[in-house]
């Protein structure tokens, strides 16, 4: 080589690899990945508990735009913000994106939910589930639901003067699952279900270091016992099925178990697909749907204009029912007003904060790389506060949505998911909100016991003092209609 050739070599090699290297690094969005496995897992999980989890992101986005790295719960992660970056991760290819969770979700509710799987698997399991949780199946346990949330109220709020809201939702909630989509009956099965749940729910989003006495030990070791015990349902119901051919409808266990493909006549699901999916069914039955009931029972409370006009609606629905008739279908359809409350509540406080997805090969996203590998975590309900979406966000008021000037653009409403992985429990929860409201404006009026009601995330919203409220039984016949049946 020619001696200028090679100085010149020399000198421009270096600067060649800088270029590259600047380039290489431009190309992935800005931020720190912070320290090995750790990174910013322990500062995120800190501003979740304090309920500060918004800012936090906030924080991000204004430091580095709508789109930073980041490391969380052991993987290097890419956080996307707003109404084009929900469209994106909720139309994006599934060959590009994958609905992985972190590893700490992933090993306590197991690999193969709904929340995991992608492609074909996904639509599997997912149109099983769909197909006990449409309307048309779940028209007829409306009554069903009804009568649990009567035996809820004439057992914890009756002759009571103050409860605590937020653990009766949960325990509500836990155990309408128990009856209508597991079979389940009251007693000891149920009671230890409920504390197992509880404990295995405290490490879903956590550092996944199996040590002893950690949280995230103390979770799978809850899980495991829960897995068992819906195992030991689901033999005794394979038992019962084909011994006395029990309607395929009788609860949602019995419906997936019923399920054969109709070119092979094999089963749909797995033994282990309906362990790991009922297990998703509670996370969702029972937390989503108590924090919702738990915020309305709030917010109706601080809005007296709202509350009396629910209060109007439900009481017109019991004056054409008869003295302790159950509530049907037809009456679901009459609770518009209701309804709307309820979606302006989920608004405001969404029960689920974040979300995440697996990068399946290289995606670029504007003028960034997504590298393959890494995982996406998005904040979808961050649209929820906009200002430049919503006017006065913070403001309570069911009649934003109700006229097509005032309703938000799309993806920015995404209280129930959207595109494919839209919430299959979408109808399930509506029945058991409206329901649960109509029961109780009827038969109580309530008043909220401290001027303060603090919440963290843990990773749902959770009260610190469980939201106290005095309450009193009405003197009225629409009162007493809850305890007779």
């Not at 000891?188 to 995230?216: C, H, Q, W, Y």
């Not at 959207?418 to 109780?440: S, V």
């Amino acid at each position: 080589m020619e001696p200028a050739i090679f100085i010149t070599f020399l000198v421009f090699l270096p600067l060649l690899f800088i270029l590259i290297s600047r380039r290489s690094s431009k190309r992935l969005p800005p931020g720190s990945l912070g320290f090995p496995i750790i990174g910013q897992s322990l500062s995120m999980l800190r501003a979740m508990k304090a309920n500060k989890a918004e800012e936090w992101l906030q924080e991000r986005v204004r430091k580095y735009g709508p789109i930073s790295k980041l490391n969380l719960f052991g993987t290097p992660t890419v956080f996307l913000h707003g109404p084009a970056a929900n469209k994106f991760i909720y139309t994006c290819s599934e060959k590009l994106m994958a609905n992985k969770q972190p590893a700490s979700i992933r090993r306590i509710i197991g690999e193969r939910n709904i929340l995991e799987l992608s492609g074909d698997d996904h639509r599997r399991v997912r149109a099983a589930l769909v197909s006990f949780l449409k309307p048309e199946t779940l028209k007829q346990y409306v009554g069903r639901i009804d009568e649990e949330i009567r035996f809820h109220l004439k057992n914890h709020w009756y002759g009571n003067n103050e409860i605590k809201v937020m653990p009766l939702m949960k325990s509500l909630t836990f155990n309408v699952i128990c009856s209508l989509l597991f079979g389940i009956e009251r007693g000891p099965r149920r009671d230890t279900l409920v504390k197992l749940f509880e404990e295995a729910m405290e490490g879903v989003l956590s550092v996944p270091i199996n040590f002893p006495f950690t949280v995230f030990n103390g979770s799978l070791k809850a899980s495991e016992k829960i897995k068992s015990i819906i195992m030991e349902l689901i033999h005794d119901k394979r038992e019962k099925l084909e011994k006395n051919g029990v309607s395929s409808n009788e609860d949602l266990i019995m419906s997936l178990l019923s399920m054969k493909d109709e070119t092979s006549d094999s089963h749909v699901l797995s033994d282990d697909e309906i362990v790991d999916n009922i297990f998703v069914v509670m996370v969702a039955g029972h937390d989503t749907t108590s924090i919702l009931l738990t915020f309305l029972i709030k917010l109706l409370a601080d809005n007296p204009t709202v509350y009396n006009l629910v209060l109007k609606e439900q009481e017109e629905i019991s004056r054409g029912k008869a003295l302790g008739e159950l509530l049907a279908w037809e009456d679901l359809a009459k609770m518009k007003y209701t309804w709307k409350v309820a979606m302006e509540s989920l608004r405001i406080n969404p029960p689920v904060f974040c979300s995440f997805r697996t990068v399946l090969q290289d995606i670029e996203y504007g003028e960034y790389i997504i590298p393959k590998g890494w995982q996406v975590i998005w904040a979808s309900c961050m649209t929820h506060m906009d200002e430049n979406i919503y006017s006065e966000p913070t403001k309570f008021n069911p009649l934003r949505l109700e006229s097509q000037a005032t309703s938000p653009p799309p993806y920015s409403f995404m209280a129930f998911g959207g595109g494919p992985r839209m919430c299959p429990g979408y109808e399930f929860a509506r029945i058991e909100t409206l329901t649960m409201i109509h029961n109780l404006v009827n038969a109580f009026a309530w008043k909220l016991s401290l001027k303060d009601n603090f919440f963290g995330r843990n990773p749902m919203p959770v009260f610190h003092q469980g939201l106290p409220v005095q309450i009193q039984l009405k003197k009225s016949s629409d009162a007493i209609q809850i305890y007779q049946f």
